[in-house]
């Protein structure tokens, strides 16, 4: 007997929230913050601000790391959501796709709501790199090196930055470290006129040495940073290179949580509507060169929609190292200084807590579609370790054509 034809149903980005970023380390401001303990103020805050959602109604709960052990393991997903309160009926499940993380709890929870699994979700990530520094406890196969099945360079990020430079010596240290000044400024700029602190939610922390505290901003970040400031930054990745420390993300703790749901019940539910998902992608690039990750990774998800590059009013993209974003910025014939690009600064400035990263990139493309309705469709996209890329387009509900096209898209 044939199945009935099911219809694809709307996912909606309904609300989005996380930590401040803090610096990795025994100095860091969560050295003694367990990570679990991030993602958990996340989901309560969730809570807190949506209070029209019933928690039963939320219905599983993704949450990533890269390093799952320690306070980062025990199928996190599943720990967060008893430990935030949710009912006992409320399963969770954990995620790895290293930065990517966050961003594939949001594709693979919003590929539920989408068939009918689901109707309310909590994705999100977290990420304590001073608690597990990036590869703890790792044994990769000897294969993969014996074979040469990757060039040695790949199991160290900041020596794939240095080979994109070397694939397009067009992208200089210099463009490099402009790009980095200008992240800081748009951040700094961001603070001041209060964009970024909705989104943060406030940690208590302690130290055995400074007693009690509240975070309540971003730790990374060094406004006023100049182009003479990072010229003098050594490279530790090469004799002689193009990357640094200060045209590169840093090694940061933090987490993010946000809600997903049909378009249904978030009418339904009197749940906001800040972004509907319009496609998705993941792509696979030469593990050396994982920074150009999300260019054939955007390819994918715009041919997927229907679109084209020129249709991208606003694009959130992961700051790794500012070379993987000239990468692509260059592919795109898109100008450095775009005003589209990273509005409000980027991991250069913020930080960049591996698998908490996704949904941060979100959540900032939800500001740019509430304060500019003329733009209708936005790009978040990252590189991911070990030669990959993943982008998401979102339409903004605040556009006169919002929802209008959905044929094209089905065609597609």
């Known amino acids: 007997m044939p199945s009935p034809a099911r219809q694809i149903r709307d996912v909606v980005f309904v609300d989005g929230v996380r930590t401040p970023f803090g610096k990795a380390g025994p100095k860091g401001m969560y050295a003694e913050t367990r990570a679990d303990d991030l993602v958990i103020k996340c989901i309560r805050e969730l809570l807190r601000r949506n209070p029209s959602l019933p928690p039963e109604r939320i219905e599983d709960v993704a949450v990533a790391a890269t390093t799952q052990i320690g306070d980062q393991g025990l199928t996190i997903g599943r720990m967060a959501a008893l430990l935030s309160g949710l009912p006992a009926s409320v399963p969770g499940f954990a995620v790895d796709r290293m930065c990517a993380g966050a961003m594939t709890s949001v594709t693979t929870t919003a590929a539920g709501i989408g068939v009918g699994a689901y109707d309310v979700v909590v994705a999100g990530g977290v990420e304590h790199m001073g608690h597990h520094p990036m590869g703890e406890g790792v044994d990769p196969n000897p294969r993969i090196l014996a074979e040469r099945l990757v060039d040695p360079s790949a199991l160290v990020m900041g020596s794939t930055a240095e080979n994109l430079h070397d694939r397009f010596p ?23 006129d209060g964009v970024i602190q909705h989104d943060l939610v406030p940690v208590a922390t302690r130290s055995g040495d400074r007693g009690w505290g509240l975070a309540t901003a971003d730790e990374p970040p060094r406004p006023g940073t100049t182009l003479e400031d990072l010229a003098g930054l050594k490279t530790p990745f090469r004799p002689h290179g193009r990357v640094t420390a200060g045209n590169s993300a840093g090694l940061n703790d933090g987490a993010t949580a946000c809600l997903l749901a049909s378009a249904e019940a978030a009418d339904e539910l009197g749940l906001p509507v800040r972004m509907r998902l319009v496609s998705y992608a993941f792509a696979g690039v030469e593990p050396e060169f994982m920074g150009v990750g999300p260019v054939p990774a955007t390819d994918k998800a715009l041919a997927k929609a229907g679109l084209s590059i020129d249709d991208i009013g606003a694009f959130e993209i992961n700051e790794a190292f500012a070379v993987q974003v000239l990468a692509f910025l260059d ?47 936005g790009l978040t996209t990252m590189c991911v370790g070990i030669g990959m890329g993943g982008s998401v387009i979102w339409e903004n509900p605040h556009h006169p054509d919002f929802g209008q096209n959905r044929d094209q898209e089905d065609a597609a």
Do not use: C, W
């Open 170 to 192: 067009h992208l200089t240290r210099e463009r490099a470290d402009a790009y980095a000044v200008e992240s800081q400024a748009k951040l700094a700029k961001a603070y001041a």
């Open 331 to 377: 592919h795109h014939g898109i100008a450095d200084d775009d005003p589209r690009v990273n509005p409000y600064g980027g991991a250069i400035a913020l930080g960049h807590p591996l698998a908490a990263s996704g949904v941060r990139l979100m959540t900032q493309l939800s500001r740019t579609f509430e304060a500019r309705p003329e733009v209708r469709y």
